[in-house]
């Protein structure tokens, strides 16, 4: 079975940190995301990545970084965390360009204060 | 401007009767159409799928219709079982992303 971890099931950090959200998968996926889902708007692409070192924005990429050094592993940064960024992180993989399947981690619930 | 919507938020079905989730869109482009299972503090798990090029896929208790002339998708689940009561996303893929609707909560009462 794929497995999809995420680093923190909850998070809080003060308004203008800088916050990191690390996802790691374990079976050798090429594609890894970042999404956001809120009440209301569904989940929302923030940044994907086809490759190691490669990243692509999504639908909503402003305020977010991403890194990925490694194939397994794809980090979301917020650079400067505001309290509109309050949400529940969702990472996931699959395994190639065109295979849509998506498998995703139990999510980061992060909260700015 | 959403380009796939779930136009209702919750749905509520008798244990053993038929549910039936609708979907959305507006972009003739997405050619691959998937539906994911989400219950509460996991994340989304893939349920079924279709492509573009065909009107229906079935697998067990659960089969997906696909309109392309209405730009619309349906899960059908039956009968419905109480394990069934979860979000369900419907998801339109082009240029492979993934565009998802907001969700529907199914409820299956017993």
């Known amino acids: 079975d794929v497995k999809v971890t995420q680093s923190s099931r909850y998070l809080v950090k003060r308004t203008g940190e800088k916050v990191f959200l690390e996802c790691v998968q374990d079976m050798d996926h090429e594609n890894m995301f970042w999404y956001r889902q809120d009440p209301g708007l569904g989940l929302r692409l923030i940044y994907f990545s086809y490759d190691v070192k490669m990243k692509e924005k999504g639908d909503i990429p402003e305020g977010y970084s991403v890194s990925r050094e490694k194939k397994e592993r794809f980090s979301l940064i917020l650079e400067s965390a505001s309290t509109n960024q309050t949400s529940m992180y969702l990472c996931?993989?699959?395994?190639?360009?065109?295979?849509?399947?998506?498998?995703f981690g139990p999510g980061t619930r992060l909260t700015v204060t | 401007d959403q380009q796939v919507k779930q136009n209702s938020p919750s749905l509520s079905v008798q244990e053993g009767r038929i549910s039936i989730l609708n979907c959305d869109y507006t972009?003739?482009?997405?050619?691959?159409f998937l539906w994911y299972k989400k219950y509460p503090a996991e994340g989304p798990t893939f349920l079924i799928s279709?492509?573009?090029?065909?009107d229906k896929n079935e697998d067990g208790r659960f089969t997906v219709f696909l309109n392309k002339s209405a730009k619309h998708l349906s899960l059908h689940i039956v009968p419905s079982q109480p394990g069934d009561s979860a979000v369900y996303f419907c998801a339109a893929n082009y240029a492979g992303k993934s565009t998802f609707g907001d969700g529907t909560t199914l409820t299956v009462k017993p």
């Open positions: 972009n003739s482009m997405f050619d691959y």
């Open positions: 996931a993989s699959s395994l190639l360009q065109g295979v849509y399947e998506q498998y």
């Open positions: 279709i492509s573009s090029i065909k």
